[in-house]
């Protein structure tokens, strides 16, 4: 399966922190994604990194991935509250389908 | 912004009744996808849909399962039977195209089956 897996799967932190968490697949993906996910609602979509690329960012997300250890990290800085969600990746072999992984549940503590 | 809407976004159903689970694309979209999640779990693919047939289905869409786009706008998960371990919550999502080879699934807020 080439489904990504994310670690850690819980982390808690103070609001003002930053939040790390990492997906690692096991096959050729064309691209790697990253979703959210808010207590019992669908998925929303952050943030999309290419095979070709090393690192991307958005706002407060910064995205890296290593293809040679077929690994991506989500990083949020100078988190919030609202931030508190699942957050999953997702991996895109250009076959028309996404992996999901089990998610990291990220909480942040005001 | 254009979403995909789901119904109902609750069921509770009695096993081995059939239930179905409706959804609604965004209007321009091509591919069409269901995928579960169990409580607390990891979200797995089902079904992707393309050109009024199915394009891809796990190992979770057995004949149990169905899909369908009875007049271009809904999508339709039917389960005949279903079973306890059915009960989960079920979300569309769609794409509009691989063209870029970039597909980034806009997902509906899902449908919870509960089955007793």
């Known amino acids: 399966s080439q489904q990504g897996e994310e670690d850690p799967q819980a982390l808690s932190i103070q609001e003002g922190e930053n939040a790390t968490m990492n997906c690692s697949y096991k096959t050729s993906i064309n691209n790697l994604q990253w979703y959210r996910q808010n207590s019992g609602r669908g998925l929303v979509h952050l943030i999309l990194i290419r095979s070709n690329e090393r690192e991307k960012h958005s706002g407060r997300l910064r995205v890296t991935l290593d293809t040679s250890k077929k690994s991506s990290s989500l990083l949020i800085t100078a988190s919030r509250a609202a931030d508190t969600a699942s957050y999953f990746c997702?991996?895109?072999?250009?076959?028309?389908?996404?992996?999901f992984g089990a998610g990291t549940t990220v909480t942040v503590r005001a | 912004e254009p979403e995909v809407t789901q119904t109902p976004s609750h069921q509770v159903t009695q096993m081995g009744q059939e239930v179905i689970l409706r959804c609604v694309p965004i209007s321009n979209h091509l591919y069409f996808y269901w995928y579960r999640q169990i409580l607390g779990q990891k979200v797995e693919f089902l079904v992707s849909f393309y050109n009024n047939e199915i394009s891809e289905k796990s190992e979770i869409f057995d004949d149990q399962f169905s899909v369908e786009r009875p007049d271009g706008s809904n999508f339709t998960l039917k389960i005949r039977s279903t079973k306890l371990e059915d009960s989960a919550m079920y979300f569309c999502?769609?794409?509009?195209?691989?063209?870029?080879?970039?597909?980034?699934?806009?997902f509906g807020a899902g449908s919870r089956l509960t089955v007793l």
């Open positions: 997702a991996t895109d072999a250009n076959d028309y389908k996404l992996s």
């Open positions: 999502a769609s794409v509009r195209a691989g063209g870029t080879g970039a597909n980034v699934l806009t």
